[in-house]
């Protein structure tokens, strides 16, 4: 299974930006699919995380800017951003799962073990 993000960038604050995370090696149908960041000195964080059923989750900071969305004809997911704020810059990261995980458990990067190359965004002011 391989995983290549793509789509990360510059942008000022309030601008958008759409990642996305082809996946080959599997179908993206069965997957719990999700979308991690990791700022510098901090700890990789779940950012949102969608079942093959559509159960969608976001965390805090994100909800009601982001959106997380997957193709599965072209095995691709995606993350929607917008109203894009400074605290938003992080390297960010792609992850599937095979077996979904109960509710918003699939936050927790550690019950992934397949994972993007992470792409590079900032957002300045």
């Known amino acids: 299974v391989q995983l290549q993000a793509s789509g990360g960038g510059l942008v000022q604050a309030g601008g958008s930006l759409r990642l996305s995370c082809a996946l080959s090696?599997?179908?993206?149908?069965?997957?719990?699919i999700a979308w991690f960041r990791q700022a510098p000195r901090k700890e990789r964080e779940g950012v949102s995380c969608s079942s093959r059923g559509g159960n969608t989750y976001y965390t805090t900071s994100v909800r009601g800017r982001f959106t997380i969305s997957r193709d599965n004809a072209k095995n691709t997911m995606y993350l929607q951003m917008n109203s894009l704020k400074l605290e938003d810059t992080a390297v960010y990261f792609c992850?599937?799962?095979?077996?979904?995980?109960?509710?918003?458990?699939?936050?927790?990067?550690?019950?992934?073990?397949?994972w993007g190359q992470g792409t590079q965004v900032t957002v300045s002011s």
């Open positions: 090696g599997s179908s993206l149908d069965y997957s719990l």
């Open positions: 992850a599937v799962r095979a077996v979904r995980v109960p509710g918003s458990s699939c936050l927790n990067p550690t019950h992934y073990d397949h």
